[in-house]
């Protein structure tokens, strides 16, 4: 996929990407690819797949679901969606949330070059961040960063009663979404919309969990015990 084949995809999916959006997206690409030389950011570095793989991959969600207002991407990476729904959303507050150090480093020269406003980038775990910002976002996303069951105990305390919880996955999101019915109902969600997309020949899932009710305060756990007794 090139950047007129994406502008083209994206239109006929309700999206519309701006010839500034696109030069965003350019420079986006050159700095990842740039500082991909150095640090281990993405096993994906030709241009065609970049595009395909990580833009219109995160941007896919945004043809499906309503995303608005105060948006948190729980291990971000090198910023996917997220960065990727800020440019293409320019109205979004976004927090990008990431522990490795030298992936934040790469987004905030990102972010810097790009001129964008209104992001935000925590060099933190998630269980941590939501002891200043619980039930603070209007959505939380995260792509390919855990099993379901795990992210809804990072993701679901982190947004408020009536927001939503969109989980990007791989082929077996279904069957993710099957083993996580517990977790999202002890943590206050409930399952309301699933989509599968084909990309690249491989299955994409995206999933839209609501938050229906406050988090009990003792979620999450420490990422220790999530992990080794996730619910």
Known sequence: MNFTQLQTTAKENGILLSEEMLEQLRTYMDLLIAWNEKFNLTA????EEIIAKHFWDS???LTLFPVEGKVADVGTGAGFPGL???IVRPELSVSLIEPTGKRCTFLKETVNALHLQ????FNVRSEEHVKDRREYYDVATARAV???RVLCELCLPLVKPGGSFLAMKGARGHE?????GNAIRILGGSKEASHTVSLANEERINILIRKVSATPLKYPRNYGQIK???L
Request: charged share 30%; hydrophobic share 45%; aromatic share 4%.
């Open 59 to 61: 941007i896919i969600p």
């Open 228 to 230: 080794k007794k996730p």
């Open 44 to 47: 994906i570095t030709e241009p």
């Open 118 to 121: 209104n992001v935000e980038i």
């Open 146 to 148: 855990a099993n379901l």
């Open 176 to 180: 993710e979404l099957q083993e996580a």
């Open 84 to 86: 990727v729904w800020k």
